[in-house]
């Protein structure tokens, strides 16, 4: 079945302050930042209508604006309430919450400066981000290496930055793969294209270090879960080769949660208990069972 196109469907989306019909939230085509890839998102999970870890992405979307050298009109708390509002204007209790932000149409050219900022945010059903992921999903492993802090600014989530991450998971795709792992430019194992990796090894769990890389709510929920349930955790640079001397493997992200991985370009793993292990403990975390992520207010 395919599923209706994104930009005609009913409802309604929060767009510079006001909520717009779903159909009318249009951007002129000379905006800079379809031009330049300079918008910033988030993407942000409701479980049973609470926006998990919400601050945090909000706090992580206006950094990434920053990073790329242009302030949100909003605070983290003004984009929360936006997202609240949007997640209860669709009805939704679980959904998918996409904030975004990007510089208008005032200049066109490189330069930046005297571009209006805007902010929307839209809400949908998304479910599993991978079909059937308790089997354990298939990676290859892409031409496309994750870019040096000094080619990228890489602890923003840019909408350039996303530019390899869909050549690489559309060829992973055609290949008849899930997703595709990435090597950094210093070719150490990274994350893949929308999800950061953990290897397993009794009850050890390995992850590469985020010198360069996304810092991922989920990535940061996993380690703090994991050490509260007695595994220890090693972030540290891991090299392609260590890959195949580890038990068990999974990804996670806010759109992939935790899923397991049962094959890296021929090397085989076993999802097993402490991919079942994790993916309850993050189960239990988004709705709300344990206190550990609750706002504290
Ligand atoms: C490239 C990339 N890596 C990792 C992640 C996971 O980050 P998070 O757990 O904050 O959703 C994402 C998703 O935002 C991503 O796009």
Same mark, same amino acid.
């Given at each position: 079945?395919?599923?209706?196109?994104?930009?005609?469907?009913?409802?309604?989306?929060?767009?510079?302050?006001?909520?717009?019909?779903?159909?009318?939230t249009?951007v002129?085509?000379?905006?800079?930042?379809?031009?330049?890839?300079?918008?910033?998102?988030?993407?942000d999970?409701?479980?049973?209508?609470?926006?998990?870890?919400?601050?945090?992405?909000?706090k992580r979307?206006?950094?990434?604006?920053k990073i790329?050298?242009?302030?949100?009109?909003y605070?983290?708390?003004?984009?929360?309430?936006?997202?609240r509002? =949007?997640?209860? /204007?669709?009805g @939704?209790k +679980?959904a998918?919450?996409?904030?975004?932000?990007?510089?208008?149409?005032?200049?066109? &050219?490189v330069?930046s400066?005297?571009?209006?900022?805007?902010?929307?945010?839209?809400?949908?059903?998304?479910?599993?981000?991978?079909?059937?992921?308790?089997?354990?999903i298939?990676?290859c492993?892409?031409?496309?290496?994750?870019?040096?802090?000094?080619?990228?600014?890489?602890?923003?989530?840019?909408?350039?930055?996303?530019?390899?991450?869909?050549?690489?998971?559309?060829?992973?795709?055609a290949?008849?793969?899930?997703?595709?792992?990435?090597?950094?430019?210093?070719?150490?194992?990274?994350?893949?294209?929308?999800?950061?990796?953990?290897?397993?090894?009794?009850?050890?769990?390995? =992850?590469?270090? /985020?010198?360069? @890389?996304? +810092?991922?709510?989920?990535?940061?929920?996993?380690?703090?879960?994991?050490e509260?349930? &007695?595994?220890?955790?090693?972030k540290?640079?891991?090299l392609?080769?260590?890959m195949?001397?580890?038990?068990?493997c999974?990804v996670?992200?806010?759109?992939?949660e935790?899923?397991?991985?049962?094959?890296?370009?021929?090397?085989?793993?076993?999802?097993?208990?402490?991919?079942?292990a994790?993916?309850?403990?993050?189960?239990?975390?988004?709705?709300?069972r344990?206190?550990?992520f609750?706002?504290?207010?």
């Open positions: 079945m395919i599923e209706k196109a994104y930009h005609d469907r009913d409802g309604h989306i929060w767009m510079d302050g006001d909520f717009i019909e779903w159909r009318d249009k002129h085509l000379l905006t800079h930042s379809l031009h330049y890839g300079s918008a910033v998102f988030e993407g999970r409701a479980y049973n209508g609470e926006i998990f870890r919400l601050n945090d992405h909000s979307l206006v950094n990434s604006a790329l050298g242009y302030e949100i009109p605070t983290a708390e003004q984009i929360d309430e936006a997202c509002k =949007t997640l209860a /204007n669709s @939704l +679980d998918y919450v996409r904030p975004v932000a990007w510089r208008g149409s005032e200049m066109m &050219g330069a400066k005297n571009n209006q900022i805007h902010l929307a945010v839209a809400c949908w059903h998304w479910g599993s981000y991978f079909a059937d992921k308790m089997k354990g298939r990676l492993i892409s031409e496309w290496k994750r870019p040096a802090p000094d080619t990228s600014p890489c602890k923003s989530k840019a909408a350039g930055l996303y530019m390899i991450c869909t050549l690489a998971k559309d060829k992973a795709a290949t008849g793969w899930d997703d595709a792992l990435m090597f950094d430019y210093r070719g150490r194992v990274a994350e893949c294209t929308g999800a950061h990796i953990f290897f397993v090894r009794g009850d050890e769990l390995h =992850t590469p270090t /985020n010198d360069i @890389l996304l +810092d991922g709510i989920t990535h940061d929920s996993l380690i703090k879960l994991a509260a349930n &007695g595994f220890k955790v090693f540290r640079d891991i392609p080769s260590e195949a001397h580890f038990d068990e999974f996670v992200g806010t759109a992939a935790v899923t397991p991985v049962r094959e890296i370009d021929g090397i085989h793993y076993k999802p097993g208990k402490v991919c079942e994790m993916v309850g403990h993050y189960d239990d975390a988004v709705n709300g344990i206190d550990m609750k706002p504290s207010s």
